[in-house]
């Protein structure tokens, strides 16, 4: 190891460590953030020691993790009952909860996001009307707004759970790939 490895790995683990944070927190790009971090040391290093192996590992775990991330969240939400209404509305409820956060505290983006989208998907499915016959009159439901917010928030859990695991996951390979 020469006096530029050293430092490099040194810094590579500790965005590597904020990427595992990143995996249970929204916002942040963990899975993803991991493997740039690993493709930079194989680049600065000229591969030595993280080859295409180890490489190709970190970025199909990368891709796994970006696509759990918007399905477990949906799957979540339609699961529970969320409508296209509840959908969207989570969509942009994330969205505005992102930027309000930002705008307010800084880190409060990571809540607002989480905030954000499961209020979306709330206000999205009470909003939305549907008749239930002729009788019947159009109105809005407290029970199944609820419950698909809710499901968002099944879904989010789930979603970290899976990106968490990835996420240390692809810090062992990585370490492994410098050891082996």
């Avoid at 430092?7 to 249970?24: D, E, H, I």
């Avoid at 698909?148 to 928030?153: I, R």
């Avoid at 899976?162 to 240390?168: C, K, P, S, T």
């Amino acid at each position: 190891m020469n006096d530029v490895e050293g430092p490099l790995l040194v810094l590579t683990l500790v965005v590597m460590a904020v990427g595992l944070l990143g995996s249970a927190l929204p916002g942040l790009p963990g899975v993803p953030l991991i493997f740039l971090s690993a493709l930079l040391y194989g680049l600065l290093t000229d591969f030595k020691t993280v080859g295409a192996v180890a490489l190709t590992v970190l970025f199909v775990f990368a891709a796994i993790a970006f696509v759990a991330d918007f399905a477990a969240t949906s799957y979540g939400a339609r699961r529970f009952g969320a409508s296209n209404w509840g959908t969207v509305g989570g969509a942009v409820g994330g969205i505005v909860g992102a930027l309000v956060g930002l705008l307010l505290a800084g880190v409060g983006s990571l809540f607002g996001l989480i905030v954000g989208t499961i209020a979306g998907v709330f206000l999205g499915e009470y909003l939305r009307r549907e008749r239930r016959g002729t009788e019947e009159p159009e109105r809005r439901d407290w029970r199944r707004a609820s419950r698909a917010a809710g499901g968002v928030l099944v879904g989010y859990l789930a979603s970290a759970a899976i990106q968490g695991m990835l996420g240390l996951t692809s810090v062992v390979v990585f370490v492994l790939a410098l050891i082996y």
